[in-house]
C-alpha cells in the first residue's frame, strides 16, 4: 500500500503536488489544509484521510477531526496536527500514544520535515513538512511511502521546490 503524506498546505495545491501523490493508494493530510478545496483536489487523487490544524477554519473543520487512528496490514497509525517536538509530546500526543500504542505517530505544524525513530516510545516519528507556500520554511516538502505486512518501507522525502510563488519548476 502507497501512502502520499502532506501537511500545511494552507490553501496551496500544486500540480507538482499532485503528480508526486497521483500513484498513491491513500493520502493522508496532516492539518493545516487552508481551504476546502485542497480536500477536493486531494480526494480526486486518491482516498482522503485528514486532520484539522491551528489555521482551518469550519468548511475544513466539519470535514475532518482533530485525530485519527488508523490501522493498516496490522501497523497503527496515530495522526493530528501539533503533536509537540519530537520525544517532547504534549499531554494530548502522549496520551494518545499511551492508549493506542502506535508504530507511526504522524503531525504537521512544524514546517520541517522530520522521519526519526522513537525507541522509547516504540514508534516512528514523521512530519512530513509544509507543502504549501505560506510559513517559514524555504523548500516545500512531502513524503511517500509503503506499508508493506505492517511495517513501513521505501520512504520518499519529497522536495517540490521553493515556497517561492516565483519559482521556476
Given at each position: 500500500?502507497?501512502i502520499g503524506l502532506i501537511?500545511?498546505?494552507?490553501?496551496?495545491?500544486?500540480?507538482?503536488?499532485?503528480?508526486?501523490?497521483?500513484?498513491?493508494?491513500?493520502?493522508?493530510?496532516?492539518?493545516?489544509?487552508?481551504?476546502?478545496?485542497?480536500?477536493?483536489?486531494?480526494?480526486?487523487?486518491?482516498?482522503?484521510?485528514?486532520?484539522?490544524?491551528?489555521?482551518?477554519?469550519?468548511?475544513?473543520?466539519?470535514?475532518?477531526?482533530?485525530?485519527?487512528?488508523?490501522?493498516?496490514?496490522?501497523?497503527?497509525?496515530?495522526?493530528?496536527?501539533?503533536?509537540?517536538?519530537?520525544?517532547?509530546?504534549?499531554?494530548?500526543?502522549?496520551?494518545?500514544?499511551?492508549?493506542?500504542?502506535?508504530?507511526?505517530?504522524?503531525?504537521?505544524?512544524?514546517?520541517?520535515?522530520?522521519?526519526?525513530?522513537?525507541?522509547?516510545?516504540?514508534?516512528?516519528?514523521?512530519?512530513?513538512?509544509?507543502?504549501?507556500?505560506?510559513?517559514?520554511?524555504?523548500?516545500?516538502?512531502?513524503?511517500?511511502?509503503?506499508?508493506?505486512?505492517?511495517?513501513?518501507?521505501?520512504?520518499?522525502?519529497?522536495?517540490?521546490?521553493?515556497?517561492?510563488s516565483q519559482?521556476?519548476?
Amino acid at each position: 500500500m502507497k501512502i502520499g503524506l502532506i501537511s500545511d498546505t494552507h490553501g496551496h495545491m500544486d500540480e507538482r503536488i499532485a503528480h508526486h501523490l497521483e500513484y498513491c493508494d491513500e493520502i493522508w493530510h496532516a492539518g493545516d489544509v487552508g481551504k476546502a478545496s485542497v480536500l477536493d483536489d486531494l480526494q480526486k487523487i486518491a482516498p482522503l484521510h485528514a486532520v484539522y490544524g491551528n489555521i482551518d477554519g469550519t468548511e475544513v473543520r466539519n470535514r475532518t477531526t482533530e485525530t485519527i487512528i488508523l490501522d493498516r496490514q496490522g501497523l497503527t497509525i496515530a495522526m493530528t496536527h501539533i503533536a509537540g517536538a519530537f520525544g517532547k509530546y504534549n499531554p494530548s500526543t502522549r496520551e494518545l500514544i499511551r492508549i493506542h500504542k502506535p508504530g507511526l505517530m504522524i503531525c504537521g505544524h512544524s514546517h520541517i520535515l522530520k522521519i526519526k525513530f522513537d525507541s522509547e516510545n516504540n514508534l516512528l516519528f514523521l512530519n512530513p513538512g509544509a507543502a504549501g507556500r505560506s510559513g517559514f520554511h524555504h523548500i516545500r516538502t512531502l513524503c511517500r511511502f509503503d506499508i508493506i505486512e505492517g511495517q513501513v518501507q521505501n520512504m520518499e522525502a519529497i522536495e517540490l521546490g521553493s515556497r517561492s510563488s516565483q519559482a521556476v519548476y
